[in-house]
């Protein structure tokens, strides 16, 4: 990029967009470039460094230039090659990827970390206190309670089929007052999230 | 069930492995009588044992269609089939028009507007915005 | 009363326990095609009618008037005038040595002509064993690592019944309105199922499935490679066979069978009467230019439904650090359209990607992708043991073999 813009022959600042920050100078001096020849002109651009000759240019060389799309399912993550693929080797250094995998935020708001500190007697008392005062002791308050996910909760124990009925009571008084749209709606997200697994 | 197998058909590609001829009749309908079938019947009586024996793929039927003129007609793997009139045609003429329908895919004809059709996925994938040389603001 | 006497005498021979003769047999079925008896009552019938009236002279030819109609199937001798059969032939580049006879019997499906020995019963199992055969192994040995119901449904997919009937309306073959002696023999002879039939309502009777009257029991995977048929689904044909099946399937070929049955024992039948008379190679190369070069995407078979569970048992299993999602760009979080593309590392490695409209969505279709990554691992160099049946191959090296699927 900085070759092109050294030997444009254009002022740089005609070009804000090439620039690394457009500050409010540059776009007041921009004018409407509407012909067809400047247009031409500005994809006249000069292809990528790697596509160039290396630097000591005595012998050939790979281009290596990653397509901008998403990566295809056929080509098997190097961590999934088995140990004796011959294409393990062979991608070692160049195709690394350039992504600091340190600074990118995660997906997930708390970081995921599975710290397995309950033991059997507290599974067991778990299992008690839910089957015991189901109305009391829910999922969340038991997750809460113990330091666990839900869903951890969930898998230990079932809740009491009093319980169970209670709660279905409940969700049939909620869904009943759903109208037409919001009962499409909550349908349509449902077959959306299925679309999810199956790719498409 | 963690995992679901979806059930599909395969797709056809007729030349990639063995490729079968879209042409699988022809039909001949001559008259006796007329005058526009003279050249129709030259063609059969001399050039159609030679064509057929060309061409062992294609079912050949012969039949008369009296007090008409004489056509072709081509019937295609895919159930559509094209239909010539070759009144008053020489026999060269009526070889010219019979090779045109053993040629046919039996598809309607269509303006083809790209050079390459293929559903195979294209070898650098589809361009997306997020992915390549990502520049970081 | 001489016509009863043959029919005694050709019964006699036609009976099971008279089939194991040699030549003289064979011979005898071959050229006197129409001296044979059927068992369909359709047919006893037509004979009972016949040998009331003034009776044929039975050692010189019937005339063609009678036997024609007489017949179930077209006679061995219509192959050699059929244009269609011939030009049938020559469009699927047969090769020479299977003759227009053997294409003929290939035609005939058992609700035409019930009796095996001119039907294509024998034909079309040894057909669907090598077609099966061969698909498999293709599979397994160039995805090692497929989940076994995706295994089905690639199965079902190159050589389940839809596609066989694809592939035969794809060579031009038609359909013969109702089977008989006089049909041309390039059509295909089959009974059709009566119009308002329900299709679907099939009894799950007679399958080799242990306990098979218990609806809510769980049918796990993995018992389907034992009791279940190449494709998934109920194996009805592996029941020893006894009287009682017998009638049974000698009903359910009287009642029709649908194009999409006819049709696929059709090709399988062509494939094992290549395999017979032209030999092992050519039935290969049949198989190679037909069957396996029509395309699938197996990728798309896969559904998953929880895909960020299964990565994760997986890394587990593997050894390897647990997958984290991670977001590597994003646009538009709070406008109507955002956008976010969501990798999955383990480590320093990225084990797969995805772009999804919510934080959610990209991270279970990045699940999905890794997964795909994982299950869709092709060596390189991929041979088939099917390969070291050809003269002068080279010496074998063991295919790679997988773990097998993530189990949850």
């Known amino acids: 990029m900085a070759a092109f813009i050294t030997v444009s022959k254009r002022p740089i600042l005609g070009l804000p967009f090439l620039l690394p920050s457009c500050d409010s100078v540059s776009l007041e001096l921009r004018r409407s470039q509407s012909s067809y020849r400047r247009t031409k002109q500005r994809l006249r651009v000069k292809p990528d460094a790697s596509f160039g000759l290396s630097s000591d240019k005595t012998q050939d060389h790979i281009i290596y230039n990653p397509p901008s799309s998403s990566p295809s399912v056929y080509h098997t993550p190097t961590k999934f090659l088995p140990s004796d693929d011959i294409r393990r080797s062979l991608r070692t250094d160049t195709t690394a990827d350039h992504l600091n995998t340190e600074g990118l935020p995660s997906v997930l708001k708390s970081p995921l970390g599975k710290k397995y500190h309950l033991g059997p007697s507290d ?32 898998m230990v124990c079932e809740a009491g089929p009093q319980k169970k009925e209670i709660q279905k009571q409940v969700l049939e008084a909620v869904q009943s007052r759903w109208g037409a ?18 790719d498409e | 069930m963690p995992l679901r197998g979806i059930r599909t058909v395969t797709t056809a590609r007729n030349g990639v492995g063995a490729f079968i001829l879209p042409c699988k009749r022809l039909d001949f309908h001559y008259c006796d009588w007329a005058g526009s079938s003279r050249g129709m019947l030259a063609f059969l009586k001399h050039a159609l044992p030679k064509f057929a024996t060309e061409n062992p793929q294609i079912e050949i039927r012969v039949s008369p ?31 010219v028009k019979a090779n045109l329908l053993k040629e046919a895919s039996g598809e309607k004809l269509k303006r083809t507007k790209k050079p390459v059709t293929s559903i195979n996925e294209s070898v650098r994938g589809i361009w997306s915005p997020y992915h390549g040389g990502l520049k970081s603001v | 009363m001489k016509r009863l006497q043959l029919q005694r005498w050709s019964s006699s021979a036609l009976s099971s326990r008279a089939r194991t003769g040699g030549r003289l047999q064979r011979h005898l079925y071959s050229s006197n095609r129409f001296q044979s008896t059927n068992p369909t009552p ?13 009776s044929i002279p039975s050692t010189t ?43 003929a019997r290939c035609l005939v499906d058992p609700s035409a002509d019930s009796n095996s020995q001119f039907n294509n019963v024998p034909l079309a199992v040894l057909g669907h064993d090598l077609l099966t055969h061969y698909t498999s192994e293709h599979l397994i040995c160039t995805y090692p690592r ?4 995706v295994i089905f449904a690639a199965m079902f997919a190159y050589a389940g019944p839809k596609t066989l009937m694809a592939m035969a309306r794809e060579w031009g073959l038609e359909h013969a309105a109702a089977p008989g002696g006089e049909v041309d023999p390039g059509f295909l002879q089959f009974k059709r199922v009566a119009p308002g039939t329900d299709t679907n309502a099939e009894p799950l009777i007679g399958t080799t499935r242990p306990n098979e009257d218990q609806k809510t029991w769980r049918k796990s995977i993995t018992s389907s490679v034992v009791y279940d048929n190449e494709f998934g689904d109920p194996d009805m044909a592996g029941v020893p066979s006894s009287e009682s099946s017998e009638s049974a399937i000698q009903t359910q070929y009287t009642e029709g069978v649908t194009v999409e049955q006819a049709s696929a024992s059709f090709v399988r039948a062509l494939m094992g009467a290549i395999y017979l ?35 994760s048992r997986l890394c587990a299993r593997e050894n390897y650090e647990p997958p984290v999602a991670k977001i590597i760009s994003e646009t538009g979080r709070k406008s109507r359209h955002p956008v976010f593309v969501v990798g999955i590392f383990s480590g320093q490695d990225k084990l797969g990607e995805s772009v999804g409209a919510s934080l959610a969505e990209a991270r279970t279709r990045a699940a999905v992708a890794a997964l795909k990554g994982w299950y869709l691992y092709s060596p390189l160099n991929v041979r088939v043991p099917s390969s070291m049946e050809e003269k002068g191959a080279a010496p074998w090296k063991p295919v790679y073999v997988d773990l097998g699927e993530v189990i949850v």
Not at chain 1, 130 to 151: E, V, Y
Request: charged share 30%; with cysteine; net charge positive.
């Open chain 3, 42 to 54: 359709l047919q006893s019938e037509a004979d009972q009618s016949f040998a009331e009236e003034p």
């Open chain 3, 277 to 311: 008379h032209a030999g092992r190679p050519a039935a290969k190369r049949f198989f190679e230019q037909h069957i396996l070069s029509r395309h699938l995407e197996i990728a798309n078979l896969f559904s998953f439904n929880q895909p960020a569970r299964d990565l």
């Open chain 1, 181 to 198: 749209k919001r009962r499409m709606a909550r349908e349509d997200r449902k077959l959306r999230k299925e679309t999810w697994g199956r």
């Open chain 1, 123 to 154: 599974i067991t008392e778990i299992r008690k206190l839910r089957l015991g005062d189901p109305i009391t002791w829910s999922r969340s308050k038991l997750a809460k309670r113990f330091d666990c996910s839900p869903t951890f909760v969930a």
């Open chain 2, 65 to 95: 269609r009296p007090h008409k003129h004489p056509i072709i007609t081509g019937h295609y793997i895919n159930g559509r089939e094209k239909s010539i009139c070759v009144r008053n045609l020489e026999p060269e003429q009526i070889f």
């Open chain 3, 61 to 103: 030819t019937p005339s063609p008037k009678f036997t024609k109609y007489q017949l179930p199937s077209p006679p061995i001798q219509a192959a050699r005038e059929s244009a269609k059969l011939a030009a049938l032939h020559a469009r699927l580049y047969l090769p020479s040595r299977l003759p227009l006879e053997t294409l």
């Open chain 3, 146 to 149: 497929l989940p076994l119901t």
